[in-house]
């Protein structure tokens, strides 16, 4: 039942790295990555592992950009976003900033005719999600959002297998996303601000890498939801220097600040093709640093993953004995051994999500434009999630189910292709 059958779904591109053709080409496409925060760092090695020049950063301000730049050995700190936009060996622009720069900065990118990969969520709004897919589709660029929790390679593993029809007909989806970094009233980060978070704070930092994850895996979109989203700390204390995202120093002088965003959200969910699920979001959970869970259950197995054993995974049975899977590229379909780099038994993790996800992003890159059967998550899937968050924050004020609103996706697409 673990192993993959052919059939289930599409297979992916072969990874750059194992044609030789495309690793010379790959050395020769150049990256640049605005934001040297937590996640920018993870960008910058993760190209460097795949074989992309990392031609620069920009950060904050030209002096940070330099010490980040100097830190992390890369040659350049751009002074300004139109300097980075000005080099000519910049293919690609990784967009890593706070979520309220995601819309400019890859507007800005898109109309320079750079590709771009941009984090989570994709912007604040699903109309600036909307305007970057439009934007996306007319340019012809390549266009990734970094939903890279997909490529956790027992992940891939359980898409392929799903499509297989190897759990039957998925019925219950469940889980949650738990974090406990933001805990204490003590702890600050520019996440809570809305102006620069975003409206919805857990469900859009964490709970879209869930929703996208459930997507991915199941072939089936959450079409309707029920949540209750929950703020347990009012107040909080912002520090008046800058805090870094998941540092816990809290020595210097802090000011009160009312919070308006979710420490937790439950959500109840119905999907387009029949399952019925629920998910609990959680950044104030005692002990839980990054745990995001799922089980799938359906009418012929179940299949459970958890992000801080990410080399192994569950599968239930009715009628014989549960099955723990280690991650092992001879045991899964093409989509997992592609996303893996190390055989059996050497853990892989965080880091080399990104380089299974850049890899199958920049073989199009490599190509010059998107394909039509990438399985990378675009910013069409970015938008996706804009609007399912669009609709739990509907459901939570108004205490109801609420539909997905998807009207307006077909139009969008076609703007963009006119
Ligand atoms: N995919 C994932 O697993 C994942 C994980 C963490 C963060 N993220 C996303 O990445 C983004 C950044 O999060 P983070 O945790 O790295 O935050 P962070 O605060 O650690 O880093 C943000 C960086 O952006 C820089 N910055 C601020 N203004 C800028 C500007 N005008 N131009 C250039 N750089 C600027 C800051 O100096 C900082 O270095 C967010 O959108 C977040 O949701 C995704």
């Not at 080409?25 to 760092?41: E, K, L, P, Q």
């Not at 993760?46 to 830190?71: C, D, H």
């Not at 197995?301 to 992000?307: E, F, K, N, P, V």
């Not at 069409?380 to 939570?396: F, P």
Request: glycine share 10%; hydrophobic share 40%; proline share 5%.
């Amino acid at each position: 039942m673990l192993r993959w059958r052919p059939g289930g779904g599409t297979p992916p591109r072969v990874a750059p790295e194992e044609d030789e053709l495309a690793t010379k080409r790959i050395a020769d496409i150049g990256a640049a990555v605005i934001g040297t925060g937590f996640i920018g760092t993870v960008h910058v090695e993760a190209l460097r592992r795949i074989g992309v020049q990392v031609r620069g950063v920009l950060g904050s301000t030209p002096e940070r950009g330099q010490a980040r730049a100097e830190v992390l050995g890369v040659a350049r700190a751009y002074d300004s976003l139109d300097a980075l936009l000005a080099d000519e060996s910049v293919d690609v622009v990784h967009v890593t900033s706070p979520n309220d720069l995601h819309l400019s900065q890859s507007r800005a990118a898109l109309a320079a005719g750079k590709h771009v990969v941009c984090e989570k969520p994709l912007a604040m709004t699903a109309d600036e999600s909307a305007e970057l897919v439009r934007l996306a589709a007319a340019s012809g660029l390549v266009n990734a959002t970094n939903f890279n929790i997909r490529y956790y390679p027992l992940n891939q593993h359980a898409s392929e297998l799903v499509a297989g029809g190897g759990l039957g007909d998925v019925r219950l989806v469940t889980g949650r996303y738990f974090q406990d970094w933001l805990l204490l009233e003590s702890d600050w980060n520019w996440r809570l601000q809305p102006d620069r978070g975003g409206a919805l704070r857990a469900v859009g930092d964490i709970g879209s890498h869930w929703l996208d994850l459930m997507t991915f895996v199941t072939g089936q979109h959450v079409s309707e939801v029920m949540a209750e989203l929950t703020t347990f700390i009012g107040t909080r204390r912002e520090p008046t220097g800058p805090v870094e995202t998941f540092s816990t120093d809290r020595s210097g002088d802090a000011v009160d600040r009312e919070i308006s965003t979710e420490d937790t959200a439950s959500i109840l969910l119905r999907f387009d093709g029949g399952a019925r699920g629920a998910v609990s979001i959680s950044q104030i959970s005692p002990g839980r640093k990054n745990s995001l869970v799922y089980e799938i259950d359906g009418s012929d197995g179940a299949w459970a993953w958890d992000s801080e054993q990410p080399d192994q995974a569950w599968a239930g049975h009715r009628e014989r004995p549960n099955e723990i899977l280690i991650r092992n590229p001879v045991l899964m379909g093409p989509a997992g051994q592609a996303a893996s780099a190390l055989p059996a038994g050497h853990v892989e993790g965080f880091f080399d999500t990104h380089c299974a996800h850049f890899r199958a992003v920049y073989a199009d890159v490599v190509a010059g434009a998107p394909s039509s059967d990438s399985r990378y998550p675009t910013f069409a899937d970015g938008h996706d999630e804009m609007l399912v968050g669009d609709a739990i924050a509907r459901s939570a004020r108004d205490g109801r189910w609420v539909t997905v609103d998807r009207s307006g996706v077909a139009a969008v697409a076609a703007a963009g292709a006119a």
